[in-house]
């Protein structure tokens, strides 16, 4: 049974980091893209950032480049994404979630569908 169970998250200061990590179970990891997604209160879910299934491909939200970074080990079966300088704005629900319909050589942030595997989701709060 595929799974997808995420840590980190919680409440840092404008300006701080966090790390959130994706553990996978029950796929041949590699095979897959993964993605990390966001939604706030009232807005729609956003594409923040997604890696290829070798890691070889990264793509970012406008919103964050520079600022977060994604990261997958496949030995450890995990994806992680480091954020840093966070602002008031990046405060949201994340999910990542993981696909293989995109091929190898892909990574989009759009065209995530409800028949993806999504993890539960953990907060992220942002304020002074």
């Known amino acids: 049974q595929l799974q997808l169970v995420q840590s980190g998250g919680g409440l840092v200061q404008p300006g701080g980091s966090l790390r959130l990590s994706c553990a996978a179970s029950g796929f041949t990891f590699d095979g897959y893209t993964i993605a990390w997604f966001r939604q706030a209160p009232g807005k729609e879910r956003e594409g923040v950032s997604c890696?290829?299934?070798?890691?070889?491909?990264?793509n970012y939200a406008d919103s964050v480049k520079g600022r977060f970074t994604i990261s997958r080990d496949n030995a450890k079966n995990t994806v992680y994404l480091q954020m840093n300088s966070l602002k008031p704005e990046d405060k949201a629900v994340y999910h990542c979630?993981?696909?293989?319909?995109?091929?190898?050589?892909?990574?989009?942030?759009?065209?995530?569908?409800?028949?993806?595997?999504w993890g539960q989701g953990t907060q992220v709060t942002v304020s002074s």
């Open positions: 979630a993981t696909s293989r319909r995109f091929s190898m050589y892909s990574c989009p942030l759009l065209g995530w569908t409800g028949t993806d595997y």
């Open positions: 890696i290829s299934r070798r890691g070889g491909i990264a």
